[in-house]
C-alpha cells in the first residue's frame, strides 16, 4: 500500500515516516467489487480495513430489513472493534463501488504495535478517539429515535 493514501487514515496520520513504511509493508491490498459483502453482520471479523479507494456501506439488521448506519470513504477504517472485544461483526459493510482496500490481520497488528510502542501508542489513542465520536453520534441518534417514536402520540394535529 501506498504511504500517501494512508496518511489519509485518521488513526494513522500521527506516525513518522519511518513508522508508516513499516505499516503501510503489513497491508495486503484487496479490491471488492460494486455490491460485494466485505464483512457479514454475525461474522468473526479477524482484520482491520483501511478504505484506500472507493465507497464503502455500513449496514445493520433491523428486524428483517438492513438499516443503513453509514457511508465510508477513503480515509476511513472498519473491523477495529473485534481488535479490542473479540467477537463478531456488528455490522454489514459492502463495497458501493470498486474498492480498494488495505487489510490487516489482527494478529500482525498486535505485533506491530508491540515492537513499535511508540506508533502503537499512536494508533491505539487515535482509535480510541474515533470510537469515542462514533459513540457520541450513535448516543445522539438513539435519544432522537426514542425521542420522536415516544412523541407520535403528542403531535399537534394528529389523532390518535
Not at 33 to 58: M, N, R
Not at 105 to 131: C, D, W
Not at 150 to 158: I, L, R
Amino acid at each position: 500500500m501506498q504511504p500517501d493514501i494512508l496518511r489519509t487514515v485518521s488513526v494513522l496520520k500521527d506516525l513518522t515516516d519511518e513508522e508508516m513504511e513499516l505499516f503501510a509493508g503489513l497491508l495486503t491490498p484487496y479490491e471488492a467489487e460494486p455490491g460485494y459483502k466485505i464483512l457479514a453482520e454475525g461474522a468473526e471479523v479477524t482484520a482491520l480495513y483501511i478504505v484506500c479507494g472507493g465507497v464503502v456501506h455500513v449496514r445493520r439488521l433491523a428486524q428483517t430489513r438492513e438499516m443503513l448506519l453509514g457511508r465510508m470513504g477513503v480515509g476511513a477504517f472498519f473491523g477495529e472493534i473485534n481488535l479490542f472485544d473479540p467477537g463478531v461483526a456488528t455490522a454489514s459493510v459492502y463495497a458501493m463501488n470498486t474498492v480498494l482496500l488495505g487489510v490487516i490481520s489482527y494478529e500482525q497488528m498486535r505485533l506491530f504495535m508491540h515492537t513499535n510502542p511508540a506508533a502503537g501508542y499512536k494508533i491505539v489513542s487515535s482509535m480510541m478517539t474515533e470510537m469515542s465520536r462514533r459513540l457520541r453520534q450513535t448516543s445522539a441518534r438513539l435519544v432522537n429515535t426514542v425521542y420522536w417514536s415516544g412523541n407520535e402520540a403528542n403531535v399537534p394535529g394528529q389523532s390518535s
